[in-house]
């Protein structure tokens, strides 16, 4: 299963036991996580993203 898979099933999950979807925030830090990065670099790129807007 690729990381496009697990999230996939991971939103279907949340949603189907919370019937809220995943916000951007949550979908990126699942993903970094699961591509191994760590914290600190997550919320150095989740902190540019949201302030360049």
Do not use: F, V
Request: charged share 30%; proline share 0%.
């Amino acid at each position: 299963m690729n990381i496009q898979e697990i999230l996939k099933l991971a939103e279907e999950l949340i949603y189907d036991h919370t019937g809220e979807n995943l916000d951007y925030l949550q979908k990126t830090i699942l993903q970094r996580t699961l591509e191994n990065q760590t914290y600190k670099k997550i919320a150095e790129e989740t902190y540019e993203a949201r302030n360049s807007c």
